[in-house]
Nanobody
Framework: VQLQASGGGLVQPGGSLRLSCAAS????????MGWYRQAPGKQRELVAA???????NYANSVKGRFTVSRDNAKNTVYLQMNSLKPEDTAVYYC???????????????WGLGTQVTVSS
């Protein structure tokens, strides 16, 4: 199983970016998909997550600015980031909790991370 993220980069404060992450490989079902981030010297934190039914969860710091969405047919999760702030600068990691077989336990998988830098 592989999680391939794209869409990071450098953006000015107030700007927007859209991250995408596609899961591929032997996948039976995906429960939750989402994004975490880790800034230098800080712990990794949840940014946003979405279940297969569409229920969402956001960090307080991004509510109203970020939107997580998902295409179940494509095993892909998106993160639309608007009104970006310098404090949003971090490496963003895609996450998926999934089964690779019907009998497999739910397991967490991570992408390699994509850098988001918000700076003027």
């Amino acid at each position: 199983v592989q999680l391939q993220a794209s869409g990071g980069g450098l953006v000015q404060p107030g700007g927007s970016l859209r991250l995408s992450c596609a899961a591929s490989g032997s996948i039976f079902s995906i429960n939750e998909m989402g994004w975490y981030r880790q800034a230098p010297g800080k712990q990794r934190e949840l940014v946003a997550a979405i279940t297969s039914e569409g229920s969402t969860n956001y960090a307080n710091s991004v509510k109203g600015r970020f939107t997580v969405s998902r295409d179940n047919a494509k095993n892909t999760v998106y993160l639309q980031m608007n009104s970006l702030k310098p404090e949003d600068t971090a490496v963003y990691y895609c996450h998926a909790n999934m089964k690779t077989r019907w009998y497999s336990p739910n397991t967490d998988y991570w992408g390699l991370g994509t850098q988001v830098t918000v700076s003027s």
